[in-house]
Antibody
């Protein structure tokens, strides 16, 4: 079946980087973009950006410009989101989602990233 | 860009209908047909309930419906059921090929 499976929980120090993976299966990976969304504890959903799995084009939310990099490995149908210079307020669950015609129709299970000092 | 504005909470009794509003600007909701709604139960990933303002994905109950007027989109849940208790988020296409989520609404079934 169509699914996105994300990497496991991470604990990072302030100032470090984290790279979350999102492995797609059950469909042609390059047919749809991947969007990344995060949710801080007790807070709402926040769009971080998207990547075209076909061309590799990216678009990031202004808030994350310079700190986030989204990439893909088409040979393994995997998307990656790397966030650098981590701060305590980056503690959140990070989701990937298949972005089909501006609809986030399939979601990964989420990856908890905890940033502590 | 600021998040789209939703009421923090909406409640209703089983069988009733409720409506959740999502207010943006003519640069996002008012400018495009790409408004979607997501349901999120605690500890779970979101699930799309409505896309392109008023379309329901296969498998989503027809008790869920969407509409838009000007800069405000709405999600209506009719025949409210206990399983509908969850958080709901709207999302809109926004300038520069970006996306904007709403602030989220907690639906409580009394």
């Amino acid at each position: 079946q169509v699914q996105l499976v994300q990497s496991g929980a991470e604990v990072k120090n302030i100032g470090a980087s984290v790279k979350v993976s999102c492995k797609a299966s059950g469909y042609t990976f390059t047919s749809n973009s991947i969007t990344w969304v995060r949710q801080a504890p007790g807070q709402g959903l926040e769009w971080m950006g998207w990547i075209s799995t076909y061309k590799g084009d990216t678009k990031y939310a202004q808030k994350y410009q310079g700190r986030v990099t989204m990439t893909t490995d088409t040979s393994t149908s995997t998307a990656y989101m790397e966030l650098t210079s981590l701060r305590s307020d980056d503690t959140a669950v990070y989701f990937c989602a298949r972005d089909k015609n501006f609809v986030f129709e399939i979601w990964g299970q989420g990856t908890m990233v905890t940033v502590s000092s | 860009q600021s998040a789209l504005t939703q009421p923090a909470s909406v409640s209703g009794s089983p069988g009733q209908s409720i409506t959740i509003s999502c207010t943006g600007t003519n640069s996002d909701i008012g400018g495009y047909k790409y408004v979607s709604w997501y349901q999120q139960h605690p500890g779970k990933a979101p699930k799309v309930m409505i896309y392109e303002v008023s379309n329901r994905p296969s498998g989503v109950s027809n008790r869920f419906s969407g509409s838009k007027s000007g800069n405000t989109a709405s999600l209506t849940i009719s025949g409210l059921q206990a399983e509908d208790e969850a958080d709901y988020y709207c999302c809109s296409y926004a300038p520069g090929n970006t996306r904007l989520f709403g602030t989220g609404t907690k639906v409580t079934v009394l």
